[in-house]
């Protein structure tokens, strides 16, 4: 990735914090590969009187794992193009203080709040 591309996009984020977040996107994609591992390694539950509930909740859980996982590998394909920590909707910076939240955040806070943007 070109330093400039980088410094162009990421104007409000030092290398430091780049790193850092860097990091926190690939601890959560190894905990959510985990995750999903675990949900498929483990059936929903026995026949019964809860299987229907169990099922569905199981299947929720796995949804919501690979939605996230989703989301995180999509942040870390936006940090090595470049764009990451610009909102995808208006263009303007992500706060750190967001990222160090929800690294995989995609639109800035008034967006977010705007309503309509998503994840």
Do not use: W
């Not at 162009?8 to 190894?30: G, I, K």
């Not at 989301?71 to 160090?100: F, I, K, N, T």
Request: aromatic share 2%; hydrophobic share 35%; glycine share 8%.
């Amino acid at each position: 990735m070109n330093k400039q591309v980088m410094d162009a996009h990421n104007a409000d984020l030092t290398h430091e914090d780049l790193a850092v977040l860097r990091e926190d996107l690939h601890e959560q994609r190894r905990f959510r590969q985990e995750q999903l591992q675990q949900l498929q390694a483990t059936p929903p539950g026995e026949p019964g009187h809860h299987a229907a509930s169990q099922t569905e909740v199981h299947a929720k859980l796995a949804a919501s794992a690979r939605m996230v996982l989703t989301d995180v590998e999509q942040a870390l394909e936006r940090m090595d193009e470049g764009c990451y920590g610009s909102c995808q909707r208006c263009g303007r910076p992500v706060s750190l203080a967001r990222l160090l939240i929800v690294p995989q955040a995609r639109y800035c806070g008034c967006c977010q709040q705007a309503g309509g943007a998503g994840r």
